[in-house]
C-alpha cells in the first residue's frame, strides 16, 4: 500500500513538472515572438518615416528652391545653351550610370517653363522664343510644382542632345499602333535637347 502510494505521489510531482516546463517553454515563445514582432515593427516604421521624410522635402523644397541649392547668378540663357550643345562647345564626358557615358555640357541655364509633369512634377521643358524646347529630367531627384508653366526658372546640370534613330521612332510608331503609310513616312530622326537636372530656383 505504501509502494502504491509512493507510485502515485511520484507521478503527481512529474506531471506537475511537466505542466510548468510546458507553460514556460509557451510563455518564452510567446515573449520572445512577440519580442521580434515588435522590433521588425520599429524597424519598419523607422524606414517608413525615413522614406516620407525624404519625399516629402524633396516634393516641398522651400517654395523657391528644389533640389541643390543653386543661386541664378552667372545662369546661361537657355537659346545659347542649346548653341553650344548643339556645336559640341565645352562638352564633358558625363558617366550616367556604370556602364553609360555621353557627352554633355554642365552648365546653369535660364528659361522659361513650357510644360510640367502634372502626374508628379518629375520633368519640365523649358522654351526660347523661337520654339526649341529642352526637356528637363530630375530623375526623381526633386519634384517641382506643377503650376510652374510660364514662369522663368534656373537650372543645374549637364545638357546634352539625344538623338533617336529613324529605325527606332518607326519601332515606337508600330508599337502604337501607326498604319504601315504612317510608318513609312518617318524618314528622319528625331533630335531632342535635353538636362539631367541637380538643381533648380524659380525667379
Known amino acids: 500500500m505504501l509502494r502504491y502510494l509512493t507510485l502515485i505521489a511520484l507521478a503527481i ?36 518615416d525615413h522614406d516620407h521624410d525624404h519625399d516629402h522635402e ?20 537657355l537659346a545659347d545653351v542649346l548653341a553650344k550643345v548643339e556645336a559640341g562647345e565645352g562638352l564633358e564626358e558625363v558617366k550616367v550610370d556604370e556602364e553609360t557615358t555621353i557627352q554633355a555640357l554642365p552648365t546653369k541655364l535660364e528659361g522659361k517653363v513650357s510644360e510640367v509633369c502634372q502626374a508628379a512634377g518629375c520633368w519640365l521643358k523649358l522654351a526660347t522664343d523661337d520654339g526649341k524646347e529642352i526637356f528637363i529630367n530630375t530623375n526623381h531627384d526633386f519634384f517641382v510644382p506643377k503650376d510652374l508653366t510660364g514662369k522663368t526658372v534656373v537650372v543645374a546640370g549637364n545638357a546634352y542632345k539625344s538623338e533617336t534613330s529613324v529605325e527606332m ?16 513616312a518617318i524618314t528622319e530622326p528625331k533630335v531632342e535637347y535635353k538636362l539631367d537636372a541637380t538643381g533648380l530656383i524659380i525667379k
Open 13 to 48: 510531482t512529474f506531471a506537475a513538472c511537466g505542466n510548468d516546463a510546458t507553460t514556460t517553454e509557451n510563455r518564452g515563445g510567446e515573449d520572445t515572438e512577440h519580442n521580434h514582432d515588435h522590433d521588425g515593427h520599429d524597424h519598419d516604421h523607422a524606414g517608413h
Open 169 to 184: 521612332l518607326q519601332h515606337f510608331a508600330e508599337d502604337k499602333g501607326a498604319t504601315k503609310e504612317e510608318i513609312a
Open 58 to 77: 524633396a516634393d516641398k523644397g522651400d517654395g523657391v528652391h528644389f533640389g541643390e541649392t543653386i543661386t541664378v547668378e552667372e545662369a546661361t540663357a
